[in-house]
């Protein structure tokens, strides 16, 4: 059971570590985009980046638990953890899409 749990939570921290890679390409771009458009865009985009940033570290928060849970604990933890993974990839979706037409 202890190899399961390690390659989940390892599993787990490399997707992660791959979103904030994609995020911060991206983050940039849009960034960057965002001085041609109007307020109104911009707002929104900004409600999404905060709220892919709050997701990201719930998610963060999750992985850690994970990673010092016991046995018993984390099977339990694991569907939450799938859930957050869950939100956290259509934050980043929704986020990075925001611009394109």
Same mark, same amino acid.
């Given at each position: 059971?202890?190899?399961?749990?390690?390659? =989940?939570?390892?599993?787990?921290?490399?997707?992660?570590?791959?979103?904030?890679?994609?995020?911060?390409?991206?983050?940039?771009?849009?960034?960057?985009?965002?001085?041609?458009?109007?307020?109104?865009?911009?707002?929104?985009?900004?409600?999404?980046?905060?709220? =892919?940033?709050?997701?990201?570290?719930?998610?963060?928060?999750?992985?850690?638990?994970?990673?010092?849970?016991?046995?018993?604990?984390?099977?339990?933890?694991?569907?939450?953890?799938?859930?957050?993974?869950?939100?956290?990839?259509?934050?980043?979706?929704?986020?990075?899409?925001?611009?394109?037409?």
């Amino acid at each position: 059971m202890v190899d399961k749990k390690e390659a =989940f939570v390892e599993q787990l921290k490399k997707k992660y570590d791959h979103l904030n890679y994609l995020w911060n390409i991206e983050r940039n771009k849009l960034e960057a985009g965002a001085q041609h458009e109007s307020a109104e865009v911009i707002k929104k985009f900004e409600e999404k980046r905060e709220r =892919f940033r709050n997701l990201r570290g719930d998610m963060k928060a999750k992985i850690k638990a994970l990673d010092l849970a016991g046995e018993s604990a984390w099977g339990d933890m694991k569907d939450g953890a799938e859930e957050a993974w869950k939100a956290l990839a259509e934050a980043f979706e929704k986020a990075s899409s925001h611009f394109k037409k």
